[in-house]
């Protein structure tokens, strides 16, 4: 058995990967960023705010890792707390009532798993998430730019569209969480990730996912300009649609079909 699905997690958890504000500079005009759940607190992992994407004004939400070591501590290595998910629904009911489109970048191994998180409401706040974004009457659009942790990436991925990256996963655990879980051993993680069936190949084979975006020129300049590009074609097709609501019920009522 090849273990190619372990190889792409470990480039998925890559230190030199973008990260959510790489792409936001990348594709985006004029970014304001806003802070604060306004229940409990800004949380640094998600970060969200106003931008153009050419001359349509988006609201952009992205989970951020951080590039070195002193970011990835204050961004907690992009696992958010309750506040952070708080946020970013709050970002998406005001997008939704100027009506503009949510754009948002997923990266992170899962939410934050601390005992003040699970206090303050950690799964009711991805739930909530999970709930209002379905009906939310807005286009929506996610892109996976590396890992896809759990309910944590769930959380922001109810969308219209959702991409990712060659390099991404998409998983409900993560490979050692699953080896340790079935064998009860964490080595076999390279095992668990080939069942999984995590890799951006795997989710659109399954229908999870409406594309995977090759990372061949991802250090071109291009790369950003041809997503750029693609993501103001889907907001054509997506805007004004009377039966996006419709639409989005039936493409997640699709996933695990047999027929």
Not at 120 to 143: D, F, K, S, W, Y
């Amino acid at each position: 058995m090849t273990m190619e699905a372990y190889e792409i997690v470990k480039k998925a958890r890559s230190s030199g990967r973008y990260t959510g504000i790489d792409f936001i500079k990348g594709i985006f005009n004029h970014f304001f960023e806003l802070h604060g759940d306004r229940r409990f607190a800004d949380d640094s992992a998600v970060i969200g705010g106003l931008a153009y994407l050419e001359e349509q004004p988006v609201t952009v939400i992205a989970i951020e890792k951080g590039h070195n070591a002193r970011e990835r501590m204050q961004r907690l290595f992009g696992a958010p707390n309750p506040e952070g998910y708080r946020k970013a629904l709050r970002l998406m009911k005001q997008a939704e009532k100027f009506k503009r489109p949510v754009i948002c970048f997923v990266d992170t191994s899962g939410a934050y798993c601390g005992i003040g998180a699970e206090e303050r409401g950690q799964g009711q706040a991805i739930a909530e998430n999970l709930c209002e974004m379905m009906t939310l009457n807005t286009p929506v659009i996610t892109v996976l730019i590396g890992e896809g942790g759990s309910g944590g990436a769930l959380a922001l991925s109810v969308a219209d569209r959702v991409y990712m990256l060659e390099n991404a996963v998409y998983s409900v655990i993560s490979p050692e969480g699953c080896a340790s879980i079935l064998w009860k051993d964490s080595a076999k993680a390279p095992e668990a990730a080939e069942c999984l069936k995590l890799t951006a190949k795997d989710a659109l084979s399954l229908g999870i996912i409406e594309d995977m975006i090759s990372e061949d020129n991802i250090d071109q300049p291009e790369f950003f300009s041809e997503l750029k590009d693609q993501l103001v074609h889907e907001l054509g097709v997506l805007k004004g649609d009377p039966q996006l609501l419709d639409k989005r019920y039936e493409r997640f009522r699709r996933i695990g079909r047999t027929e």
